[in-house]
């Protein structure tokens, strides 16, 4: 099964406040994404990545900004995070766009 | 991006029956159409998919159909079990972009 890890698995931050969350694959897929859950609104696409280098902007991208360092790591930063921010962070990987995903176990960011 | 409508949102079935799911989506570039499970507490995980050369799929108890023209696809769970209660979600994803999900359903099989 191919492995995508998210760091950290909980986070507590405070409005205003900086946040950044981790993700890497050890798959060599060239697509990575970030995607937010939240209740009622299913998998909303925030950001993603069709390799190191790469950041496509996807539907619910602002007050996010990401980066791909490598073709292992994606990040996810929350600069000036926001109570609406709160939310179910889940990273995932594939090997193209139309092939399946791989999701990593999620981050619950708390913005109080 | 493609935008993809699913539903219905909340689904209860008696263990033993059939559950349908069905989606929708906007942009006819879309080829591939995967659907996941999501149990309590974990992350999504695919369960079958089916691509844009094909109209029917099944996988054990799994059915999943595609009609183009229509732009159309609905994932069917035959004989139902406890087992089968999570949240289930489809997305739609084309080349060079990527996957667009559904709102999600959440499915209770009531023994």
């Known amino acids: 099964e191919a492995a995508v890890t998210q760091s950290p698995r909980n986070k507590v931050t405070v409005t205003g406040g900086n946040v950044t969350l981790s993700c890497r694959q050890t798959?060599?897929?060239?697509?990575m994404y970030w995607y937010r859950q939240d209740t009622g609104h299913g998998l909303r696409l925030i950001h993603y990545?069709?390799?190191?280098?790469?950041?496509q902007i996807g539907d619910v991208p602002d007050g996010y900004k990401a980066t791909r360092t490598t073709q292992e790591d994606f990040f996810l930063l929350l600069e000036l995070a926001s109570p609406s921010q709160t939310s179910l962070y889940f990273c995932?990987?594939?090997?193209?766009?139309?092939?399946?995903?791989?999701f990593g176990h999620g981050t619950k960011l708390s913005v109080l | 991006g493609e935008q993809v409508e699913q539903l219905p949102s909340i689904l209860r079935v008696q263990e033993g029956s059939s559950a349908s799911i069905n989606c929708s989506y906007e942009?006819?570039?879309?080829?591939?159409f995967p659907w996941y499970k999501q149990e309590p507490g974990e992350n999504p995980k695919l369960i079958i998919d089916i691509r844009s050369n094909m109209e029917r799929k099944q996988i054990q108890e799994l059915i999943v159909l595609l009609d183009k023209k229509a732009k159309r696809f609905s994932l069917h769970i035959t004989d139902t079990q406890p087992g089968d209660s999570a949240m289930y979600f489809c997305a739609a994803s084309e080349n060079n972009n990527a996957p667009r999900f559904g709102a999600g359903t959440k499915l209770s099989v009531k023994p």
């Open positions: 798959n060599s897929h060239n697509y």
């Open positions: 995932a990987s594939s090997a193209n766009s139309n092939e399946r995903l791989f």
């Open positions: 942009d006819s570039a879309s080829n591939y």
């Open positions: 990545s069709y390799g190191a280098g790469n950041l």
